[in-house]
């Protein structure tokens, strides 16, 4: 499974919007970019995933760029819940996921 | 509805013992994973089921470790001799048949070895 880098750390203040970067630059044609969150204690949570297009949930976007080497996570409004782990992840044929270090977000008041 | 769940949330066991970690995936959920996560770090592939059947293994991370799954439902993982180095939040998660339907984890079981 090809490999994404994100930022170790990021920092947002409450209630304006989060961009959480990821690199992969070796994604081949047939891997989806997904993006799961984990809050303190807790098992990782589903956030969003895509191929091509630029998608939208209740939860966040994910914008792709169009070579498909990188994506961005956008919270658009941060709230203190928001604060966790967020990973990055290329899932190909084999389903599995393979978990990084992810981005540790820390949401300020 | 009802989430995955994972029981024991906590346990403490003595070196050399075995233990069994169990889990209810999401009724209907075919895919069923187990991950572990050291203090600190990412989350590591250990076993995949499809159904009954295991067709990926490869992040077991010795013969100490085997898993099972019956009636395409519950499944345990089972550490023989326990390590220290097997201290860890053990997760569970199941998903939906087909193209990369969202993995739904449970809490973990956290596992000291004393």
Redesign the interface.
Known sequence: DAKTTQPNSMESNEEEPVHLPCNHSTISGTDYIHWYRQLPSQGPEYVIHGLTSNVNNRMASLAIAEDRKSSTLILHRATLRDAAVYYCILRGNTGKLIFGQGTTLQVKP | GAG?SQSPSNKVTEKGKDVELRCDPISGHT?L?W?RQSLG?????LI?FQGNSAP?KSGLPSDRFSAERTGGSVSTLTIQRTQQEDSAVY?C?SSLEGQ?P???????TRLTVT
């Open positions: 995955v895919a994973y991950y770090q990412g989350l590591e592939f995949y990926d997760l998660a990369f969202p993995l739904h984890f449970g809490n973990g």
